[in-house]
């Protein structure tokens, strides 16, 4: 069991709510920083925004306020060596140092990241505030704005669009695991087993026997708290859907088309088209083979052939023989109970992915879409960022190693591609596959950093501080 009232609200259940902004904030001053952190526990609703529990009573507040502290805000703020000696490795370094692991390269390079990611050892802590409306982020981030306790380096906006879908056309916050002893109706039931705390909270047990992750000392401060690796994607929509036409052009003429997509199954995939077109349908299978969903968020391991409204999305897995593609962007992050190589990996690799649009919504008639910037603010929070996050970014999305028939590709739609090496295979109901080839890049970092989400306990022991 956990105390609900120490553990940040943004961990173990998500708001729902559709306005989000980052401050991304600089220590100016020890102590009045100190006394900035002890405030936002105070309950006092005059001073700095209180933080959010994971219990926020009979009724969700209008906004919430959370925060995260990086390895450098530690420091700042007069943590005692001794325990930031305990922090792990890959905290300690901060992003851009595991840039390689991560497949930051290239365009995705933190030299490339524009400001303030481009002054990591500035970034101390960066503070999130949800809102129901647009209009209540301003008032609550000048109430967050000391200016003799933090400086503020820069914020990133983002907000959920209709229906949530993202800018790839996908309906997305479909899943998220459900944790032992944590009661939460309005998510999905499925046939994944409940994660124990210990895959996302510090100082409880995980589904590794025998394993727990380090807590830094004194308890207060390690305790009840997690990690997160806070990442801005930018999310190429026009090269998406250029990449889907081609794909369709190809299949177009391929000799295995037919069983690929059968004589009239365009019908079924094209159902809200006056005219089913057979183009438009080889388009919209690649694009759900890619992600192992259909843009509305039917699972391919439940209905390979069409989009189906009537299935259960979120309880399936990939056993016998799935139509999923092994390589498939949601296969690949979470396996599921499927067979992979590294079979004690099948649930321990597991996150919680908090994330929303930043950006306007791609609009194919509008001039000039390739200057727009659009994309994701993701979370990607767990216990182990090394054994969670970054075993899933390089391992699964960038070497492809839980499966021999998909490792030494990337990611198709997250992973650094190369059109010049990249491939994806189209399973076909025989066992044979179509290889795709010239996969560009479809995602870029824009900026990130591993902050340290501390439980209540541990922000009022930062206050409390003297050194």
């Not at 801005?232 to 081609?246: C, G, I, P, S």
């Not at 059109?419 to 295979?425: G, I, L, Q, V």
Request: charged content about 20%.
């Amino acid at each position: 069991m956990v105390d609900l009232t120490d553990v940040q609200g943004n961990i173990l259940r998500g708001y729902r709510k559709p306005y989000v902004r980052y401050l991304i904030l600089e220590v100016a001053n020890p102590v009045e920083a100190r006394r900035w952190l002890a405030a936002s526990i105070s309950g006092r609703s005059d001073s700095v925004p209180q933080i959010t529990p994971a219990d926020w009573g009979e009724a969700r507040p209008a906004t919430c306020f959370n925060i995260g502290l990086t390895y450098e805000g530690l420091r700042a703020l007069g943590t005692p060596p001794s325990s930031l000696a305990m922090f792990p490795n890959e905290f300690v370094q901060g992003m851009t140092a595991r840039a390689l692991k991560l497949g930051d390269v290239g365009p995705s390079a933190p030299n490339k990241w524009p400001s303030p990611f481009d002054q990591p050892k500035r970034i101390h802590l960066i503070a999130t505030i949800y809102a129901d409306e647009a209009g209540q982020l301003g008032p609550v981030q000048q109430r967050a704005l000391d200016r003799n306790a933090v400086t503020l380096l820069g914020f990133r906006d983002g907000h959920n669009f209709h229906g949530n879908f993202v800018h790839f056309g996908y309906e997305d916050n479909i899943m998220q695991p459900r944790f032992e002893g944590i009661p939460d109706p309005l998510r999905h039931p499925d046939m994944q087993p409940k994660a124990p705390l210990g895959t996302v909270l510090l100082g409880h047990p995980t589904n590794l026997e025998g394993l727990l992750w380090s807590v830094p000392q004194p308890p207060a401060l390690g305790y009840n708290g997690t990690f997160n690796a806070f990442r801005v994607l930018r999310q190429d929509v026009v090269a998406f859907e250029k990449y889907l036409d081609q794909a369709a052009d190809e299949l177009l003429t391929h000799p295995q088309v037919g069983a690929l997509l059968p004589s009239a199954a365009e019908a079924k995939i094209c159902a809200v088209m006056l005219v089913p077109d057979r183009h438009a349908a080889l388009r919209e299978l690649v694009a759900a083979n890619l992600c192992g969903r259909w843009r509305d968020g039917t699972p391919l391991a439940l209905s390979p052939d069409a989009p189906d409204p009537n299935v259960d999305r979120a309880n399936f897995d990939y056993v016998g023989d799935s139509r999923c593609p092994y390589g498939a962007h949601i296969r690949r992050c979470n396996p599921r109970g499927g067979q992979i190589v590294q079979r004690v990996a099948n649930n321990s690799r597991r996150l919680v992915r908090r994330g929303m649009p930043y950006g306007p919504v791609y609009d194919p008639a509008a001039p000039d879409q390739d200057e727009v910037e659009r994309g994701l603010l993701g979370n990607f929070i767990g216990a182990s960022l090394g054994a969670q996050f970054e075993a899933m970014a390089c391992d699964w999305l960038n070497l492809g190693l839980q499966d021999p028939r998909i490792t030494g590709s990337d990611d198709p739609i997250l992973g650094a591609n190369d059109p010049e090496t990249s491939w994806f295979d189209l399973p076909l109901k025989s066992g044979d596959t179509i290889k795709l080839r010239g996969l560009p890049r479809f995602v870029w970092t824009r900026g990130g950093a591993y902050t340290f989400l501390p439980s209540l306990s541990a922000i009022r022991y930062l206050g409390s501080l003297t050194t």
